[in-house]
């Protein structure tokens, strides 16, 4: 559900993206208008004639993995971290949106013509370079320059992709490539899919049919290589598979949100997001879920959960500051966890920004270690605070 | 100071005289700005258009008349990595408005590929202008001051003629343009979804072009390079400069001889001056005498006769220019007109006030009215303290110089006539030339004067008694006067016939090509005529319905195309043509028997006059042709009149064509008739045929009368060009003559006083004038003759290539003679008028 607004975004991004490339003057302006633009988008009624995620759904797997048509907006969230024979420490992000623009597919002549456009982030963070990539993609699912397909799934923008390469156990090969980086890597899941929510109904708000459906892959064990600064790593390690559609609007109000999706060693996986209100409170529909060794998910909700940030840092391209480091407890559950980022600037600076990033974790009192990411969205720069 | 205001004074004291210069100068200066603002705007429009529409593209990757392949776009951006780069289907269109229909460029763009390339700038305050841009048919954006212009709101609907057909358009937003450059550039540009552009253009799969932006140095050549190897036979790469670079090339002649005969109306501007400003130097040699008597430097007497210049050089420079600008509205429309007709499709919403042309113009004037009256300053100081130089004197010593005068006139027409014999010189030396030999010429007038009046004296005399003797010798006793005027005369009327003599044979000899190229009964084409020269295609299902017409008795399918090639676009025309009809085709070089076999296969190619006069060619030669299956040598089987395009053409047979480029499309038809059957018939039996299609169905006469209108619309500036130098001419007679009768007035006075009558008197002030029209008009028969030869074979020749008949129209030459002997009368009217009523008495009363 974090992911909504950056999604819906993508409704205006292409409309800043577009044209705006030259005119630094400009730049500072445009996350504010843009956060305007998303409040007046998310405040007003989708067009009709699109699905609304509203009752609870079977899902079935593969088949679900694939596209949603009908729905406005889908994703396939993937981030992982890494490391090489020799210790050598690397996160990474793929991923891909799809966001209609009319219900049905129009008739045209043109092959050109498109109902959809797809936007792709993928970032990579190299621990011991201390260097941090990221790039952004847009294109219309058209003439195979993007576009989903289902059983099996393959979801493309141009040359970045994830396909499908097995349906028992899921796996899927991604691969991308801008500049001088690039990963090709190898997914097969650990776990079955985790549906969040009220059985993969996750809720935005409190009017009927704000919601979305929302489930995970929490663990999928992960092989390949990257390449980064002209030098290829072969690597293993675990990735995150986070995947949602829906057709709805976020509440005004919710400014931004906090992510966390963390790996434990002893086998649980633990997601959970904080929304953020304007007025600096933390939106009652917050939650997450708590995945044990065995698959079983139990869903937690806010006051489950006791959050503290305790490092802030503030990036010198942007001026916005980020809370990266935090302590997250959940008493009930024997979890106590020291979150600290593997490299301060994981900064995505699309035309989105936002910081996302590979995330150390440390146990304190008995609770177990582990990796994961955590996503920070909505921290704008000083000049821009709202009032 | 006292010196300035004497000069003032003596501006005033003739108002006549100081504002007929005045209007001469303001003429030239006018004809010379409004020429250069309109050439200016013309070529600012389409350059900045195709700078914007560049943006920071490098290269582009083009291919044969029908495009590219769009799969060519994912090869290139997903295959090969090659991201900087973005497709682009672009045309013309018409927005039909009730006020008339307005030509726009509309390029289709994928605004996800655009950022490295452009940057439309587009804030899109309103939301939502991506998902109609991307999704409703129709949807275009276009600049917010262009549709306020149109009246036009976002979610408009807006009706289009595109290719032929009536289409709907939407506005979805505005563009919104980075700087005021850019806007210049988009005002006459919409821009739509590729998808859009496709579809409104019917041609779905393929692309106009893609841009690239390319790094610059050794890693650019390397990744062209590398694309190169990618690309399919038939599609290049080309820089992207090119383009802009061969459309500015195309029109340079044709906007320098603009240039040029807007300079013809300063020259005689010039003389103006010249002659007012010796005029005022004459009639005040005595005081300028005494002055000096009375220590009065040369210099400050320099100063004074050039501050007098300047006063009427800046008056009429700033009167000029406020024409000008006014002018040059109408103009910059005249000059688009021609540029759409003979070139490429533009549009000039606004003639913008161009700080370099105005500056161009001020600049001119003044300069052109010092210069003019440098001659009369240095006269002026040449003057002895108190000298009080008899009349005779001055008339001596100018006789003296007439020897002089004509061998330095001699001098400069030989220099003049080097400058033809030098095809090096290119236009500006031709012009430079012709300029050399019209001033050579001026320069013997009094010498020619001189012998004119000894010769008709004794004719004068015996038909109209002592009074026309006296006319006859007034004009060679005065010889200071009536040389300048007549000289002044001269060129302004030479240069109306020469510019007539040579738009009257080119019409002729267009009249006559035509005879020869339009050989079949009637022609077919689309009725679209946004494209300028170029015609969108015939739908195949018509071309195939109407070739099977029993009521003819032939036909030939013809594709008129435009292939992008390194060195710029290059036409290329396609035609299938019966055997008997090209036997008749207008050859200048080679022979059509010769050549029908080898072109009919496909193995030769006919190319037009200007075509092989830029590229050197002859038959036997080969000209290279980038074609779909990559660059090919066609040898050249002969060289055929043409004068529909001075860029040249290159023909070959349709059997050629087919092979060559994979465009199977046909955009002209045309149709012999069975016999029995009228042309007339065949064309009603066509259209019923055509049903709806939206096709002009032509006869052979109407095609001729239709081609010769957009001829003349052509020459519609020229002729434009032609009146105002005339009317500079007349001004420049009337101001001439009257200033030699004004000035002479104390003389006339004494005739008077010895007894001749008023009406005497407008016998020998309008016989005198008279004659000097007569023989200025006569005289300018052979220097504008010599004109319209050098405009014919050496201007038209170096700047466009072609080959033209010269006929010289009795009826222009007795419409000079006529100007001259009218305008001549005209000038004797005021200062007769203002004798008769003058008392002898006061006239004879000292001036000074």
Known sequence: ?387 | MMLGRAALRNVLRHPWLTALAVVGVALGVAVVSAVDLANAAATRAFLLAAETVAGRATHQVVGGPAGLPEELYRTIRIDRHFRACAPVVTGHLQLVAPSGSTTFQLIGVDPFAEPPVRSFSSQFRQQGVLTPLMTRPGAVLMLRQTAAGLKIRVGDRVAAEVAGRRRELSVAGFLEPPDEVAKVGLASLLVADVATAQELFGSPGRLSRIDLVLPEGSDGERQLAELRSALPPGVTVVPAGARAGALDRMTRSFRLNLTALSLLALVVGMFLIYNTMTFSVIRRRRLIGLLRAVGVTRREIFTQVMSEALLIGTAGTVIGLGCGILLGAELTRLVTRTINDLYFVMEVRNAPLLPAALAKGCLLGVLATLAAACPAALEATSAPPRAVLSRSLIEERRRRRVPLACLGGFLLMSLGAAFFSYPAGGIVGGFAGLFAVIIGYAATIPAVLLGASRLLRPAMRRLFGVIGGMSARGVAVSLSRTGVATAAMVVAVSAGIGVSIMVGGFRLTVQHWLENWLQADVYVRSADNGGGRYRPPLDPALVERLSRLPEAGGYTLSRRVRVEGEGGPMEVFSVSVPRESFLRYPFKAGSPAAAVDSFQRGDSVLISEPYAYRNHLRPGDRVTLPTDRGRRAFPVSGIIYDYGSDTGIVIMSRSCYLQNYRDRAVDGMSFYARPQVTPARLAAALRRRGGSAAISVILNAELKSATMTVFDRTFAITGVLRMLTTVVAFVGILSALMAMQVERARELAVLRAVGLTPGQLWGVVCGETALIGVVAGLLALPLGIVEALVLVYVINLRSFGWTMQFSVAPAYLLQAVLLSVVAALLAGVYPSIAMARTSPADALKEEE
């Not at chain 1, 910081?355 to 909505?378: C, D, I, K, M, Q």
Request: with cysteine; charged share 25%.
């Open chain 1, 1 to 387: 559900m974090r992911r909504l607004s950056l999604a819906i975004t993508v409704l205006l991004v292409p409309l800043v993206a577009l044209f705006a490339v030259r005119r630094p003057a400009t730049v500072a302006k445009r996350p504010a208008e843009r956060e305007l633009a998303v409040g007046q988008v998310l405040g007003a009624a989708p067009e009709a004639g699109f699905l609304r995620a509203g009752a609870p759904r079977t899902f079935r797997f593969p088949a679900d993995h694939g596209p949603h048509p009908g729905y406005r907006n889908e994703w396939w969230y993937f981030t992982g971290n890494l490391a090489d024979a020799g210790g050598r420490r690397f996160g990474y992000q793929l991923t891909f949106f799809r966001v209609a623009l009319t219900p049905k597919p129009p008739q045209r002549a043109s092959q050109w013509a498109a109902s959809e456009i797809y936007m792709a982030h993928f970032a990579l963070t190299d621990v011991a370079g201390r260097r941090f990539r990221c790039a952004e993609r847009f294109s219309r699912a058209a003439l195979g320059l993007a576009g989903a397909g289902g059983n099996p799934l393959t979801v493309r923008l141009e040359d970045w992709s994830a396909t499908e390469t097995s349906p028992h156990p899921w796996a899927v090969r991604l691969s991308a490539l801008d500049g001088d980086t690039a990963i090709d890597l190898d997914l097969r899941s650990l776990t079955p899919e985790v549906l969040n929510g009220e059985g993969g109904l996750s809720r935005k708000g409190s009017r009927p049919g704000d919601a979305s459906y929302y489930y995970s892959v929490p663990r999928l064990a992960t092989g390949g290589t990257v390449r980064v600064g002209g030098q290829t790593y072969r690597v293993a390690g675990s990735s995150w598979l986070d995947r949602e559609w829906s057709t709805s609007a976020l509440e005004p109000g919710q400014v931004g949100w906090d992510w966390f999706a963390l790996q434990l060693d002893d086998g649980r996986d633990l997601m959970f997001y904080r929304l953020r209100r304007s007025d600096g409170s933390t939106d009652p529909h917050s939650g997450g879920t708590l995945v044990a060794a065995d698959g079983k998910a139990q869903p937690l909700r806010l006051e489950d959960v006791q959050l503290e940030s305790t490092r802030w840092w503030k990036s010198q391209k942007s001026g916005a500051r980020y809370p990266t480091n935090w302590r997250l407890r959940v008493p009930s559950r024997g979890v106590e966890l020291e979150i600290s980022p593997r490299l301060d600037d994981q900064e995505l600076a699309g035309s989105f920004r936002y910081w996302e990033g590979a995330v150390a974790v440390r146990g304190l009192n008995g609770s177990p270690s582990g990796a994961g990411y955590l996503e920070l969205t909505g921290y704008p720069p000083p000049q821009i605070r709202r009032p």
